[in-house]
């Protein structure tokens, strides 16, 4: 089994950082990239930011320049840094983590953290 235990999330003003973390574990052999989602009520979820194991890394125009993503191989961790908050960022944020397991690859998702940015 993989579990994905997020934290890091809560109520900040806009213009305030917070720092998301998610620590994989289980029996995973390998790790393709770790990364996070949001849903905001009444929307979808939507990609926020992406690592790969080998560093490369991929952002959603709405966070370029606002938040970074980075990752601890060794602790199969994955860290996103939010700066510079918006009300508009208020979502659930969703870490997830596409490993290999016994000769397969799959998608596996944290149970998600709470984000809200007051204005």
């Known amino acids: 089994q993989v579990q994905l235990v997020e934290s890091g999330g809560g109520l900040v003003q806009a213009g305030g950082s917070l720092r998301l973390s998610c620590a994989a574990s289980g029996s995973i052999f390998s790790i393709n990239a770790m990364g996070w989602y949001r849903q905001a009520p009444g929307k979808q979820r939507e990609l926020v930011a992406t690592?790969?194991?080998?560093?490369?890394?991929n952002f959603a125009d709405f966070v370029k320049g606002r938040f970074s993503i980075s990752r601890d191989n060794a602790k199969m961790t994955v860290y996103l840094q939010m700066n510079s908050l918006k009300p508009e960022d208020t979502a659930v944020f969703y870490c997830y983590c596409d490993a290999n397991r016994y000769g397969t690859s799959r998608v596996y998702w944290g149970q998600g953290t709470q984000v809200t940015v007051s204005s």
């Open positions: 690592i790969t194991t080998g560093g490369s890394t």
